[in-house]
Structure formats: C-alpha cells, structure tokens
C-alpha cells in the first residue's frame, strides 16, 4: 500500500474533478461515515475535536490529546480515506512545529494544517484572534516543510489568518511565501467576498483549500462554482458536529415529552454493521474453537 501521504499527494493530482469534497470529522466513528459515504478524504477538524471534548476552539486541545485522536480515527478508517489534521499552530514554537509533524505523521495522518495565529489560538471565524509576525509564520511552515523533507512525510497544508487580523493583501503575501517553501496547499482562512477568494486562486501558486462554514464568514458556494473560481479542496469543518448535536437535541426533546423517537433512530442493525459487529462476527467465525 502507498503511504498516506502519497495517498493523498496522488488525490490532489488525479483528474478528479475540482473541488475535492472533504466532510470534517471529529472522531472515528464521523471518520468512519465519511469513509463509508464515499468521500475521496477527510480532515480532523480543531473546532468540531474540542466541541466533542464539550470545549470551544481555543487552542485548549493538546498536542497529546490531538494525536492520541489521530490515532483512533486512523485506525478506524484505515487506508479507506487519508486524513488530514488540524494541527493549529503546530503547539509552540518552530521546534514544536517539527515535532508535530513528526507525531502525525506516525499516528498515520496524511497532511498537517499549520497555521499562523499567536497562542493560544481560536476558531478563524470568530472574534478576538491574532496573526504572529510574518517571519515567524515563515518559520513555522518551514519548520513543518523540513520535517517533512527529512522523513516524517505529511502533505503540508499551509493556513493564514491574516486577512481578518491584517488585510487580504498581506495573507496573499503570506500565502505566495508559503507555497515557495514548499507547502502543497495553501489555505487563506475567511476571505468575505467572491471577489477576494478568486484573487486568491489567482494571485497565489498551487491548490487552495476553500473553508466552507455554514453561516461563517465566507461565503459558501456551490461546489460547481468552487472549482470554477479555482479551489482543489472544499472543507466542511462543521456540518457533523452541527448535524449531530441537533439531531441529538431533537432526540431529546422528544424523549423529554415522551413521545416516540424511533422515526429519528438508525435502524438496530445499520448501527452494529457501521460500528463494526459484521466485521468482528467474521473473524470469531475464522477463530472458533
């Protein structure tokens, strides 16, 4: 089998149309129904990891608690979807930046997100968030770019944040430095207008990433119009999580006023085959005594 990595290098560049469509889980059984869904790959969501954990995204998460979940959602999904992660600012400084990529890569990540905002950081859409210096968010791609250069391979995925912190022109400047190091895809979080993210596509080298957060504040297009704009990648960073907890809420409410709640359940069976009874009922057969 190819690495991850290579998984995922040869996605970017096969002729499937654009954009690739990438649902964002938050554990693995999420990461396991993206991979049954049919979905090319998946990415580790910051925002929808904490909210699992009851917390919000401002980089309370940590770098031990991030890859102990790398590690579950690879190994439920396996080699079925690559899966890229969320890695926020890479946990520290450049050094933390490498060792990131270096722990990711061996819980069986396929890419990182590396990211330009102070510590600790917050949701890209929401208030209160700051951009490091341009220097040292060259320092931080570079950082991963060489870890992954001397053999921790990963497909780097290079974030800023500065069009809200700074302007649109700065985050294309740092976008264009990033691509020149060596990052396979470039991410400008939060663009506010059609206009913006197409000169993204345009101005800066290489495979974009569009962030796709239902009322956020960019716009969300169609997929068709996405790709016509430029985008490689469509991220959905909160749709399960969101589809999830309200569907739980309903749930609950119906079980509050004791009426029945069966028209909102998976059917009994479909809930073993997707958590893994099917597979597990095969193998005992293949062990019996």
């Not at 904490?50 to 080699?79: C, H, I, K, N, W």
């Not at 990033?178 to 207008?193: Q, R, Y």
Request: aromatic residues 6%; proline residues 7%; hydrophobic residues 45%.
């Amino acid at each position: 089998h190819p690495s991850p990595a290579a998984s995922l290098r040869a996605l970017l560049s096969s002729p499937a149309p654009s954009p690739l469509l990438m649902p964002c889980c938050f554990d693995a059984l999420s990461a396991t129904l993206v991979a049954r869904a049919g979905f090319p790959l998946t990415f580790l969501s910051g925002f929808a990891a904490a909210a699992s954990r009851g917390l919000p995204d401002t980089g309370l998460m940590s770098y031990g608690e991030v890859e102990a979940r790398v590690r579950e959602v690879t190994a439920a999904v396996g080699d079925r979807v690559p899966v890229v992660v969320d890695a926020d600012n890479g946990y520290g400084n450049a050094v933390n930046v490498r060792r990131t990529v270096r722990g990711l890569a061996a819980a069986g990540a396929a890419g990182i997100l590396i990211e330009d905002q102070v510590l600790p950081k917050r949701c890209g859409h929401t208030k209160g968030k700051e951009v490091v210096g341009r220097e040292e968010a060259v320092m931080r791609v570079k950082a991963a770019i060489d870890a992954r250069n001397e053999g921790s391979d990963l497909v780097i995925f290079a974030r800023t944040d500065a069009a809200a912190c700074i302007s649109i022109d700065e985050a294309i400047a740092r976008a264009q430095i990033f691509h020149s190091l060596g990052a396979e895809l470039t991410f400008v979080e939060a663009p506010t207008s059609i206009d913006d993210m197409r000169r993204i596509c345009i101005e800066v080298p290489g495979p974009h990433l569009a962030n796709m957060l239902e009322r956020g504040k960019t716009p969300v297009l169609p997929p068709k119009e996405l790709g016509e704009l430029g985008f490689r990648v469509a991220a959905y960073p909160l749709t399960l999580i969101s589809a999830a907890v309200k569907a739980m809420e309903d749930a609950l409410e119906l079980l509050k006023k004791g009426e029945d709640v069966q028209p909102l359940l998976k059917d009994f069976p479909d809930l073993m085959t997707i958590v893994g009874f099917d597979d597990y009922y095969e193998l005992e057969k293949r062990y019996k005594i």
